[in-house]
């Protein structure tokens, strides 16, 4: 999920739980395991979203939150199989499936990472760890094309 080790994406790679032992080979010798097994018993122990908002930009408010939506369905892309187990009950499913086909109303996509973040932290028995990249763009966007 995680194909570079650059940026706050090395964060998402010490923390996920998917790769978990793969992922433990790529910090050997580095600071955080030459700093002790404390800090080693925290790799690969958390449910992890990692998205970057970097290129949800635009020149009106509209088209800046059909690429948000576009860029949460890609996130809930991510984790398409919370649907094929007994996790989710039928209306949490049918959500799912709307933010996939990008058919949530505006005012609703709000709400979507943090029903993400519930449906992970159900799955897992554990609080998930999100992190989000680039947060500032689409702000940056719509202060320079008068929407702010």
Known sequence: MYSTLSGICIFATFFTLENAVGNRALFQGLAVERAGERYMREQGTRPTIFFSLKDVKAKDHDSLMAMMAAT???LYNQFLDLTEQNLLNPVEKEYFFQV???QVPLAELQYAVGYLMDFLRRRYG????LLIDEYDAPIQCAWEHGFY
């Open 72 to 74: 949460i369905a890609q």
């Open 100 to 102: 996939l086909r990008r």
């Open 126 to 129: 554990r609080p998930v760890l």
